[in-house]
């Protein structure tokens, strides 16, 4: 069944009694399929692109990268693929991501421009223009070179949202550094692991950061985990908290330097380096199914055309009219490819919000929104529930008329949260754009285009141009329609090309399966007979806690870490509001005591060791885990009893009686 949805603004939210929302939504749950809405009409020829990439995908690409960036060499090859799967994009073309991020647009006479209009979560305003992001970034640029930093040089950025973490990012990307941002929500103690294993020469981080009216002290933690990394030379601390709330921070001399203070001794000029389109422009590190995490690289142009390209196509956006505004953080991909590159590459207006969405109360977002006048929303799942269980009346204090188009990422989306974004934040006006990527695949792959493609609530719908997912059995044979494994069939410009100074690892993870010129993505998904795509969920050993990844492995080497712990085992669990929640089997040390004491310690422990993320939702004590003969934890059983399930078989366990024994504690255990 189809419906065509033109709602007025607020329809279901503002006014309406909580059950007629109710009644609203149940509904719109048998409603299979959305057409656009009608009132929207798009603004990008994404069905021409369509066309022009399936008849030619090497030549749309060419043709995009030479439309949307500004080259400083015009690139001769396209797509270089004679070494799969390490590909090459434009490989003899040169260009510099910040000066396509920045100086196109001041020499376009765009310097007036807001690029981030900031909030901070005390209320602080700073509206940052591209001509003055322009000018930070030279002398931020300057002041690494001073620094020692070169062309190559890994620089470590560990900052919370505010405007200089993308000049830092940008600094970086003038100059050839390789940037590698690690979480705010990160513990030290895994950013002295990511610096450690990338040989960061510096680090950019700041007195302390801000949470819900708290400051923690940023830069003492890093201290505390960083006073012996040989390869770190300089540590730059911005002064962040100010005023309000602000925090001792001790200078080493001879290594740490004060932001401000190395801006202001830095020349303001720096001409952005001209850098081949296969030169590195980050690493950023994301789990994986080893307790590892793999530094996943990217680079210029492949990656600042995929970040650019749809950033326009999937948010149908137009720089001179819209104001975005994407709720990630920097941290992650998403901030890196939607709230710095594609948004500044593109020259629009974005909103850039420090803080937590509950803080000071449960409208904070709403009222940005209605205060900025945003017209494009991207945020996450799990944030959409969690404004679901506050209330539709903090959304209806506001006027969200402003709002054209609405994105969601990071996990799949359940119809009901899809639903009532919809309806209560796009007052069923508003294309809801469901976009599936990683953190590998740099940029969008599936997602609907606003006004073109009809959405179904919890499908991410159908590929971008000059992108080619497939679904393919365990043997590897291509599934028209049902069940499979997700793979991408060719070459896209923003694919990762290694795993940061471990090819083999690369090699291994995403092309051995299924040769060199298939990409395993990690996810099963579904196919159905409109060709849309519904992603069910990984098929490795990777959580997906509020969108956020974590891997298994990574979790149990922290927990075991704790002096008290023997072993432990690490599942998902179906968590209604965060996807998935994290159960850890734990067997203690023969002397020590599972108690409540216990658990709450080996929770801190965790999120000491990884960051509060990490924290399993429930700890269960097991006098011993299900192995195989051979000693390998059988994890798909320990899932079957978190979450209730009848047991599989059990058979091909050592002891099969463990599983009654765990059963029997999950069902008392809190
Ligand atoms: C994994 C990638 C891409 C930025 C955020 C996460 C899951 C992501 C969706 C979606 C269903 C999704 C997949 C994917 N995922 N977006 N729209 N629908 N699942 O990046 O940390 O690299 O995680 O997130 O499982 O493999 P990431």
């Not at 001769?76 to 490989?91: A, E, G, K």
């Not at 002398?139 to 070179?145: F, I, Q, T």
């Not at 990527?437 to 000059?466: D, H, V, Y």
Request: glycine share 10%; aromatic share 8%.
């Amino acid at each position: 069944m189809a419906a065509t949805d033109t709602g007025d603004a607020n329809r279901a939210g503002a006014g309406s009694a909580g059950g007629e929302l109710e009644a609203e939504l149940a509904r719109l749950l048998a409603v299979e399929s959305f057409d656009p809405p009608a009132g929207f009409t798009p603004r990008q020829p994404e069905q021409a692109d369509a066309r022009d990439a399936a008849a030619d995908p090497v030549g749309f690409w060419a043709a995009k990268a030479r439309e949307l960036l500004s080259w400083d060499k015009p690139f001769t090859r396209v797509l270089d693929d004679t070494n799969p799967p390490f590909y090459r994009w434009f490989d003899d073309g040169e260009l510099n991501v910040s000066a396509n991020c920045l100086d196109r647009h001041v020499a376009a006479g765009l310097g007036e421009r807001v690029a981030y209009h900031w909030r901070g979560e005390e209320g602080e305003r700073r509206d940052v223009t591209y001509a003055e992001l322009l000018a930070d970034t030279q002398k931020l640029a300057n002041g690494l070179l001073s620094l020692g930093v070169a062309a190559g040089d890994v620089v470590g950025i560990y900052l919370p949202m505010i405007p200089e973490v993308a000049v830092a990012m940008l600094a970086c990307a003038r100059i050839g550094a390789v940037h590698n941002v690690v979480f705010g929500g990160f513990a030290p103690s895994a950013v002295r692991e990511r610096m450690e294993v990338s040989d960061a020469k510096v680090l950019i981080t700041v007195d302390g950061a801000r949470r819900k009216g708290r400051t923690a002290a940023v830069k003492a933690g890093v201290d505390e985990e960083m006073a012996d990394l040989p390869k770190l030379e300089h540590v730059v601390v911005v002064r962040s908290t100010g005023p309000v709330g602000g925090v001792e921070t001790a200078m080493r001399a001879g290594r740490d330097v004060w932001y401000d203070e190395l801006l202001a001794a830095a020349d303001p000029v720096c001409p952005p380096a001209p850098l081949g389109a296969e030169h590195p422009l980050f690493i950023l590190y994301s789990s994986g199914s080893t307790a590892k995490p793999k530094g996943i690289l990217h680079t210029t142009g492949g990656y600042l055309l995929g970040a650019t390209y749809t950033h326009r196509a999937v948010f149908d956006l137009d720089p001179e009219t819209d104001v975005y505004w994407c709720s990630a953080d920097v941290g992650w991909i998403t901030g890196h490819s939607y709230i710095v590159y594609g948004p500044l590459s593109n020259g629009v207006t974005s909103v850039m919000y420090e803080g937590a969405p509950d803080y000071p109360d449960f409208d904070i977002w709403w009222q940005l929104i209605a205060e900025y006048k945003v017209t494009i929303f991207y945020t996450a799942p799990t944030a959409i529930r969690a404004c679901i269980k506050w209330g539709a009346e903090y959304p209806a204090r506001h006027d969200l008329s402003s709002l054209r188009v609405l994105g969601s990422v990071g996990e799949p989306i359940n119809p009901k949260a899809w639903l009532w974004y919809h309806e209560v934040i796009g007052g069923g006006r508003c294309p809801i754009v469901d976009t599936w990527w990683q953190t590998e695949t740099g940029s969008i792959m599936i997602s609907p285009i606003p006004g073109i493609t009809s959405t179904k609530p919890g499908s991410a719908t159908r590929p971008l141009p000059g992108i080619t997912p497939a679904l393919l059995t365990e043997d590897g044979e291509p599934l028209a329609e049902g069940t499979g494994v997700l793979v991408i069939t060719s070459p896209w410009p923003s694919m990762l090309r290694t795993l940061y100074r471990d090819d083999e690892r690369f090699v291994q993870t995403y092309f051995s399966r299924f040769g060199p010129r298939t990409y395993l993505v990690g996810d099963a998904a579904r196919l159905d007979a409109d060709g849309y795509f519904w992603i069910i969920g990984r098929i490795d050993d990777v959580i997906n806690v509020s969108g956020h990844r974590l891997s298994t492995a990574e979790v149990e080497s922290a927990l075991v870490s704790h002096e008290a712990v023997a072993e432990a085992a690490v599942v998902a669990q179906a968590d209604a509001d965060t996807g998935q929640a994290i159960v850890a089997f734990v067997t203690l040390r023969g002397d020590q005591v599972g108690d409540d004491d216990m658990i709450a310690e080996l929770r801190d422990h965790v999120a000491h060791r990884i960051g509060k993320l990490a924290r399993p939702r429930r700890v269960i004590w097991a006098e011993d885990l299900p192995k195989t003969r051979s000693g390998k934890i059988m994890r798909r059983l320990l899932r079957d009893v978190a979450e209730g399930r009848e047991l599989g078989d059990v058979t091909t366990l050592r002891d099969p009686s463990v599983m009654a024994a765990l059963a029997a504690k999950v069902a008392t255990a809190p």
